[in-house]
């Protein structure tokens, strides 16, 4: 109860050093380009770190079986997503996929 | 519209208004997303105040859907902190584009303000002029911030009436939101790159690294690579993980 207290007031003290320090400076000159570019990729880098192995690694081993419910609903996720399909749409397709699949399995 | 002058005099309500109303279209899925965190939370243990106190404390969606499965595991404090950390980092580019229509306006005000920088609000002033007008700013952040909090509160009323919701592959539904908010923001053919080899290199850090270390280690690794050694592209803009 406590430590998830603290999990979060660490978690806002850190979200807070991303937004206060450049608004406060009142920056007026824009960041370097290669920092830029930096803080633009740091999203497409963390995002696959954290979703890929919640998908295919299962108890500290590779899960690349095709049956891995995750496999496929992070499959069906990824496409629709990239077509356009709404956020929640997409990831409501997919989490039912993963149901079903392993109601069946 | 006002002008800088305007906006650093004094209260503009029409801006703040254009802002509010420019943002409705937003209010709803920024609600169900806030309802779909706090049902998640809820179901992952935490306690609706403690998803509720994240979301109004921490106030940033997709490093919130980071943590929970992270607190959930009982991973390292240290590690899902640094983590949030990585995740929001995009919000020093908002607040940079942001800072210069807020001259005029005191500290003590600023400092308030900027824990309401969120992408959607950023999107709207953007879109609307360039530089941003401040008002139209705190109008839609009044909208969105109301929007996700709210959604979040009616999200923990409900996630408390699933039970076993792996059995709805509802644990899949953290993993599912990354993905989907990787898929609309690959772009350009290095966004591949950055992605996949942050990916390849994240899951051989998970099969050696105890307490999801690699999260964050994959991540900086590779997006520092990719911004030292890919060509400059011309985006002046945060892409950001939509909220």
């Known amino acids: 109860m406590s430590r998830v207290w603290l999990v979060i007031g660490g978690m806002a003290v850190a979200t807070y050093l991303t937004r206060a320090p450049m608004f406060l400076a009142l920056a007026r000159r824009p960041l370097p380009p290669r920092v830029r570019l930096w803080l633009r990729l740091v999203p497409l880098a963390v995002l696959p770190a954290l979703a890929v192995p919640l998908v295919l690694v299962r108890d500290g081993r590779l899960a690349l079986g095709l049956a891995n419910p995750a496999l496929w609903g992070a499959a069906v996720v990824f496409v629709l997503a990239a077509r356009g399909v709404n956020l929640l749409a997409s990831v409501a397709v997919a989490v039912a996929v993963v149901a079903l699949l392993r109601a069946l399995g | 519209m006002t002008g800088p002058a305007a906006a650093s005099s004094g209260p503009s309500g029409g801006a703040l208004r254009d802002g509010l109303v420019a943002s409705l279209a937003l209010v709803p899925s920024v609600f169900v997303y806030g309802s779909v965190f706090g049902g998640l939370a809820v179901q992952a243990g935490l306690t609706p105040a403690q998803a509720l106190g994240m979301s109004v404390l921490v106030f940033a969606g997709a490093s919130q859907f980071v943590a929970v499965p992270m607190i959930a595991a009982s991973a390292p404090p240290l590690a899902i902190i640094l983590t949030t950390y990585v995740v929001n980092m ?80 509802l644990d899949f539904a953290f993993p599912a939101v990354f993905l989907a908010l990787v898929a609309v923001q690959l772009r350009r053919r290095t966004d591949w790159l950055v992605a996949i080899g942050a990916a390849v290199l994240a899951v051989a850090l998970a099969l050696v690294l105890p307490g999801n270390w690699h999260i964050v280690v994959a991540g900086l690794t590779v997006s520092a690579l990719g911004a030292l050694l890919l060509p400059l592209d011309d985006t002046t803009e945060p892409t950001g993980t939509r909220r």
């Open chain 2, 90 to 169: 995009r919000h020093y580019l908002m607040a940079a584009t942001l800072a210069p229509s807020f001259r005029g306006f005191r500290r003590r005000w600023l400092a308030l303000i900027a824990h309401v920088i969120n992408d959607e609000s950023f999107a709207v002033a953007v879109a609307r002029s360039r530089p941003p007008d401040a008002w139209v700013y705190l109008g839609s952040a009044a909208a969105i911030s109301g929007a996700f909090v709210a959604g979040v509160a009616v999200g923990t009323a409900l996630g408390g009436l699933v039970e076993r919701p792996e059995r709805y592959g």
